[in-house]
């Protein structure tokens, strides 16, 4: 085992990675997909929709579980759990079993996310905070960005079937390293009133709810993932369809918007610990990816919707750093476990509603375009509850919120 807090950053990064790797897969295997089990886009939406429904539901149980067990713990029993669901989606011969395996598969992965948040909180405090968050959440845009080309040749070998077979590999050595190297949650991690011998004081998720400003990251998280949702699900669907670009090269076709995102990650990360009002320069930051999605659809050639789709997400993948940083900075570390559940619910709300709506204009209209607007007002409303919560702090001239005093 090791507590040198980077060696943990690096364990905690592999973790998500595969978790993007194995939650993203379907999205490149979807017009295969789509194609042998005769579903139109509004049925695959609902089968994007079920793994965010499982991932929900999860997320304020399993943040509570590493507040209570052990972030260790949790996550590794996480890690195995979605990589079986990871391989039973490749048995599955209807609709309707690929949407339960899809949502079983995200109760899994929802039992990481509270752990993984909880451990960097841990182990990261202050400047280090913001950089390692950003560092960290590198895996959302590059998972994808690895996944897409090669969930494209894997398929070109052994069929979308055979995906998710050999998807299980990565989870199951990923469970072994943290067990082996991943440090237990010791006395170093506790409160200073337990280490000093005074009696611990507990906090639960309505310590949380009670604040103004917990909502305010809540709704947006929520409505920035249906823009994030958005393009995750349906980038590789859009270009193949609306863009006619073959399946042998969508693989990179696909990944080129995640690698700007990578970019994004690191540069906000960078810019994150330099500005004084974070909550309103993502505001900001989610304006400008709006932009971006209005003239990815309104581009005249394919080439000009991938150049604008990857500016989208280097502004949208650019924001989880300092989102997440933000975030953790309201509140100490012995409730991150419940926080990280609470915002990621109202975020896997978000990405529910985000699939079954665009998939549903899609087949209403037969355009994506209805599909990019919905995503640009939702990234509207994010921009305005992110200024809100800088008039808060502004206001109370603080910028703790919890639980010294009550601003928020």
């Not at 959440?137 to 969930?151: E, K, Q, V």
């Not at 170093?188 to 337990?194: I, L, N, Q, R, T």
Request: glycine content about 12%; proline content about 4%; overall charge positive.
């Amino acid at each position: 085992m090791t507590r040198n807090k980077w060696v943990v950053l690096l364990l905690l990064w592999l973790t998500y990675m595969v978790s993007y790797l194995d939650r993203v897969n379907i999205s490149t295997a979807g017009p295969l997909m789509m194609k042998d089990l005769n579903m139109d886009a509004d049925s695959f939406g609902w089968i994007l929709a079920a793994f965010t429904l499982g991932y929900g539901l999860m997320q304020i149980p399993g943040g509570m579980l590493a507040d209570r067990f052990g972030a260790k713990k949790v996550m590794i029993i996480g890690v195995i759990w979605w990589s079986i669901f990871t391989g039973l989606s490749g048995i599955v011969a209807s609709v309707g079993m690929l949407i339960a395996m899809r949502a079983l598969f995200g109760a899994g992965e929802a039992l990481g996310t509270g752990s993984q948040w909880k451990m960097l909180g841990q182990f990261f405090q202050g400047s280090d905070r913001n950089l390692a968050s950003s560092l960290y959440n590198t895996a959302i845009p590059l998972g994808p960005a690895l996944c897409a080309p090669l969930s494209v040749w894997i398929m070109g070998k052994v069929g979308w079937q055979g995906l998710f077979y050999w998807f299980t590999v990565p989870g199951i050595v990923i469970a072994i390293l943290l067990y082996w190297f991943l440090p237990n949650d010791s006395k170093e991690d506790k409160p200073s009133a337990v280490k000093s011998g005074k009696k611990e004081k507990r906090f639960a998720l309505k310590d949380i709810v009670k604040y103004p400003s917990s909502w305010l990251i809540f709704t947006a998280y929520l409505t920035k993932s249906v823009a994030a949702w958005g393009l995750l699900g349906w980038i590789p669907t859009y270009l193949n369809t609306s863009r006619n670009i073959d399946f042998k090269d969508l693989g990179l076709a696909s990944s080129i918007p995640y690698i700007l995102g990578f970019f994004g990650l690191l540069f906000f990360g960078w810019l994150g610990n330099r500005v004084k009002h974070r909550a309103s320069l993502i505001g900001v930051i989610y304006l400008l990816a709006g932009v971006g999605l209005y003239f990815a659809f309104s581009a005249e050639t394919t080439n000009g919707s991938i150049t604008y789709l990857s500016i989208a997400s280097f502004f949208i993948f650019g924001a989880y750093g300092p989102f997440w940083g933000l975030t953790l900075d309201l509140f100490p570390s012995e409730i991150h476990g419940t926080l990280s559940g609470f915002t990621n619910f109202g975020g896997q709300i978000g990405g529910f509603v985000s699939p079954l709506v665009v998939g549903y204009l899609v087949k209403s209209t037969g355009s994506f375009n209805y599909g990019f607007l919905f995503m640009i007002v939702t990234l509207i409303v994010a921009s305005i509850a992110l200024f809100g919560l800088d008039y808060l702090k502004i206001k109370a001239n603080k910028n703790r919120a919890f639980p010294e005093q009550k601003f928020v």
